[in-house]
């Protein structure tokens, strides 16, 4: 009964699925035709064995006109059916365009690029990209126009195919850190379907009789005939799904017919294709990992600075020990202790990393291998960047705005759905400021430390933010004092922090994601920070908990464990022995670990609204501004 069960629903899902993408591919447009000359500044980007005949280039360069689009997308008419279902999976074409951080979409054939964005993005070759090249051209090109890219159908295109070892490239590209586990996960997943079906045709599943026996007579009889019939309804459902997701839309894939026939023994055939292909290994790997073994050559207690045995915030010495922890994110070699404060609970990394360990640790995480892991993160986040932006709505309407600690500039693109006519400038360390100039994400850069640039910035801006920045910082009242000195009278500082005092903190230990070792050093209570911009003649105009919470808690306890247990071997400060035997370990594991990651982000999504109409949660937002009268502008 209960694989029966399972296979009706199954069946259900199927169609539910085809439908809800075709209710996605019925909103992507056909190209209509025109008559009008290419403009100069209009370019085409083709993928291999790709033609792009005149009409199709007018036809793209009317409607990106038309539209102000300056990155446009040609999907074939006739684009394969696996490509196809999964484009509508990835790209609602109603809100692709206006949604600043979301990845690039691509039929993986043409695309239509203004010469300006082009020579931004860094385009080099304009024919004969792989699959993979046009994949990756479209999430850059996506983040250099992010709400003046789009998709349109283009019927003139020939349909290429996209060969097994760029379709691994592009999951490669989606799943940095973690495809052996996708790929296991969808192989086991259709194993596990054909073995319930395989069940069910046997004889299994059925209803049992009085005495624990199947029943016999007609009741085995037709129990055997409804497994029968949950067996004919998955094979159905699946083959259907092709035809129910792109009928009645512009899409019609070439091969739908022989996709959809073949589909119950050809998905897990693509499957294993794409699994067995090797990938060419990254040419950057050997460099990182020369240059790692010889840091860790020379031991890692170097890395530290003395300890203290007072309080950086009040000086007071009455320490205790919070709790010891590794570098739960990446593994990188180091043990890390967090003491608080008994008289004012400030938590506080101690002994802190040195220059040369923040250096270190912070290397090659937010850039490089680590990027596109962060960037994932990231880019999820953009609903909680808007929710910080609107903190402002009824204090004050920003002109000028500048986020420390903006790195690629994330909240910043995102901040301008809320303040469209605000002037966002960001201010980081990193040169990927630089990179968020370049895209077009924030106005104008500042490289470089903040207290550093607080008089030449005095008075410029009328909002200051700085979001999970004081944490990371070594001394968070001399970025207190830069923002008092930068904000004129009347201005606005913007400051969101993990919450200390939060209960997860304290009962998940160093499980909790928000401790976030070695890179957060520092761990303000809300009241000490409100007391402290008070003397710097900044009031707190409103303090937000519960509506700041991120609900990734228990999903983060799990996960964190989980990769502890086997960290992933292809970072290249691991030791590269056993490569393929740790990794095949760590697929295992976290395979092992998934019901325990959907139910924590199960229970985390549960919890939320519960959180958010309450006082308390892992995060706070303050809100202060810079009073009129106050001429004092330093800290005790």
């Not at 395989?198 to 007609?218: F, I, K, M, Y």
């Not at 490089?368 to 962060?374: A, D, I, M």
Request: glycine fraction near 12%; proline fraction near 7%.
């Amino acid at each position: 009964m209960r694989v029966r069960s399972l296979l009706t629903l199954t069946a259900a899902g199927l169609v539910a699925d085809a439908l809800w993408r075709r209710n996605r591919a019925a909103r992507l447009t056909p190209l209509p035709p025109s008559g009008e000359p290419v403009p100069a500044d209009h370019c085409f980007v083709t993928a291999a064995g790709v033609t792009l005949d005149e009409a199709t280039r007018r036809a793209a360069s009317a409607y990106a006109r038309e539209r102000g689009l300056w990155v446009l997308d040609l999907v074939p008419a006739g684009l394969d059916s696996a490509r196809a279902m999964e484009l509508v999976r990835r790209v609602d074409p109603e809100t692709y365009r206006g949604s600043r951080l979301a990845p690039g979409g691509t039929g993986g054939h043409a695309m239509l690029v203004t010469s300006e964005v082009a020579g931004r993005a860094g385009i080099t070759r304009y024919a004969g990209l792989g699959a993979a090249e046009m994949e990756e051209l479209a999430i850059r090109l996506k983040r250099y126009a992010p709400v003046n890219t789009d998709l349109a159908v283009a019927p003139g295109i020939v349909p290429v195919g996209c060969p097994a070892a760029d379709r691994r490239r592009i999951l490669r590209g989606r799943w940095p850190s973690d495809l052996p586990v996708y790929l296991s996960g969808n192989l086991l997943g259709l194993g596990a379907l054909a073995a319930a079906m395989l069940r069910a045709l046997l004889g299994g599943g059925g209803r049992s009789g009085g005495d624990g026996r199947s029943g016999g007579g007609s009741g085995g009889r037709g129990g055997r005939r409804w497994n029968v019939l949950s067996v004919a309804a998955v094979l159905a459902a699946s083959i259907a799904q092709p035809f129910l997701a792109t009928a009645g839309t512009v899409l019609r894939p070439h091969d739908r017919r022989r996709f959809a026939l073949t589909r119950p023994v050809g998905a897990l055939y693509r499957w294993v294709r794409v699994a067995a292909r090797r990938e060419e290994p990254d040419p950057e790997m050997p460099r990182l990992r020369e240059r790692y073994a010889a840091d860790l050559a020379a031991g890692v207690d170097r890395f530290y600075e003395a300890r203290r045995d007072d309080c950086p915030w009040c000086g007071s010495t009455a320490l205790r020990h919070r709790l010891t922890s590794g570098d739960h994110q990446h593994h990188r070699p180091g043990v890390f202790t967090l003491d608080s404060c008994d008289a004012c609970g400030h938590v506080f990394q101690n002994p802190r990393l040195n220059p040369d360990g923040l250096e270190f640790h912070y290397r090659d995480f937010y850039d490089g291998p680590g990027g596109p892991e962060v960037e994932r993160g990231f880019r999820l986040a953009a609903p909680h960047y808007r929710d910080r932006a609107k903190m402002l709505r009824g204090h004050a309407e920003p002109k000028a705005w500048l986020d420390v600690g903006g790195g690629h500039g994330h909240f910043c693109n995102a901040a301008r759905d809320v303040w469209p006519q605000t002037r966002f400038d960001a201010l980081d360390m990193s040169v990927s400021v630089k990179e968020a100039e370049d895209r077009g994400w924030i106005d104008g850069g500042h490289l470089g430390f903040f207290p550093d640039f607080a008089d030449k910035l005095a008075g410029a801006y009328d909002v200051v933010s700085m979001h999970h920045y004081l944490e990371h910082t070594l001394d968070p009242r001399a970025e207190l004092d830069a923002a008092a000195r930068v904000l004129p009278p009347g201005g606005h500082l913007l400051i969101e922090v993990p919450d200390p005092e939060w209960i997860v903190g304290r009962l998940a230990g160093r499980w909790w994601h928000a401790w976030f070792q070695p890179q957060h050093l520092h761990f303000v209570p809300v009241g000490n920070l409100v007391a402290d911009l008070a003397e710097r003649g900044l009031e707190t105009v409103a303090v937000e908990r519960g509506p700041a919470h991120q609900p990734v808690d228990f999903l983060m306890v799990v996960m964190m464990m989980a990769h502890r247990i086997v960290p992933d071997p292809a970072k290249p400060w691991r030791d590269p022995r056993f490569r393929r035997t740790r990794g095949a370990a760590r697929t295992a594991v976290y395979l092992a670990a998934g019901p325990l990651l959907f139910a924590g982000a199960a229970l985390d999504q549960f919890l939320h609204p519960l959180i958010k109409r309450g006082g308390r949660s892992n995060t706070y937002r303050v809100l202060a501004r810079r009073l009129p009268e106050s001429t004092d502008t330093g800290g005790d």
